[in-house]
C-alpha cells in the first residue's frame, strides 16, 4: 500500500542530503520518480518516494554505479553486484574530491555524513563553515548553504566561547574527545568533538565532528 504523499521538496533534500535543484534534475533528466502534484503544482513526496532516492544515493556512493545503473537498479530494471564484489568503489571514493567552499551538492562524502548521528561540519581557516552535514543543520535550524560563513565558535554557549577560538584557529590540531557545550535551537548541551585536520588544494581545513555527551531541550 503506498503512504500519503506528503513531504515537500526542501524536507526531501533534507533528508537525503541533496539540493532542491539536484532533485528536480533528476526527476527531469533521468525519471527517477514523479512525485505528487498538488492543486497548486507543488511536489509532494512519499516515504517510498525517499526510501528509493536513498537506494539511488546508495549504489552511486557505495556500489559506485553511475546515476544511470544506479536508477535502474533502484526500480529493478536491472540486477548489479553487490559491494563486496565492486573493488572499484573504494578507489571512487578515494578519489572523491573531500569538500571544499565549492562544493557541490553530488558530493558523494554529503551522502555519508548525512546517515550519522554526529554533528559534522568542515571549517576554514578562520573557523568558518565551509559545509555540513543534515545533523548539524537541523540542530542549527538552518538550510545547510545558510550556514556556510558562519563562525563555529558562534554555536558554543557565551561561556565556552573563548574556549572554542582557541580550537578553530590556526594552527590546525588533531584533537579527540575535546569536550564543548552548544547553544543550538535543536539541542542545547555537552558535544565531545575530535578534530581532523586536512589539505584541500593550498588550503588548510578543519573537520570536527560531535557527538552528544548530555543535551538540554533547547528551549528558552
Same mark, same amino acid.
Given at each position: ?17 541533496? &539540493? ?14 514523479? !512525485? ?9 513526496? &512519499?516515504?517510498? +518516494? ?15 554505479? &553511475? ?14 553486484? &553487490? ?13 572523491? !574530491? ?32 565551509? +559545509? ?52 543550538? !535551537? ?35
Amino acid at each position: 500500500m503506498t503512504t500519503q504523499a506528503e513531504f515537500t521538496i526542501g524536507e526531501v533534500a533534507a533528508m537525503i542530503g541533496f &539540493s532542491p535543484h539536484t532533485i528536480r534534475a533528476w526527476e527531469r533528466r533521468h525519471q527517477i520518480l514523479k !512525485p505528487h502534484r498538488t492543486p497548486s503544482n507543488q511536489r509532494r513526496y &512519499s516515504v517510498e +518516494d525517499i526510501e528509493l532516492l536513498r537506494e539511488v544515493i546508495n549504489g552511486v556512493v557505495v556500489r559506485g554505479l &553511475s546515476l544511470k545503473v544506479a536508477v535502474r537498479a533502484a526500480h529493478g530494471a536491472i540486477a548489479v553486484p &553487490s559491494a563486496d564484489d565492486a573493488p572499484a568503489t573504494a578507489a571512487r571514493a578515494e578519489a572523491a !574530491p573531500v569538500l571544499g567552499p565549492e562544493a557541490d551538492a553530488d558530493v558523494p562524502w554529503r551522502a555519508v555524513a548525512d546517515f550519522l548521528p554526529e554533528l559534522i561540519a568542515v571549517l576554514d581557516e578562520e573557523g568558518c563553515v565551509v +559545509d555540513a552535514n543534515v545533523a548539524l543543520a537541523s540542530a542549527a535550524g538552518r538550510l545547510r548553504e545558510h550556514l556556510r560563513g558562519v563562525r563555529f565558535v558562534d554555536f558554543a554557549d557565551p561561556y565556552d566561547r573563548a574556549k572554542a577560538v582557541t580550537a578553530f584557529r590556526q594552527p590546525f590540531l588533531r584533537r579527540k574527545g575535546w569536550e564543548l557545550n552548544l547553544r543550538l !535551537p535543536g539541542g542545547c548541551g555537552l558535544y565531545t568533538f575530535d578534530c581532523l585536520p586536512i589539505r584541500f588544494g593550498d588550503r588548510q581545513l578543519l573537520i570536527v565532528m560531535g557527538r552528544a555527551v548530555s543535551a538540554g531541550s533547547g528551549d528558552d
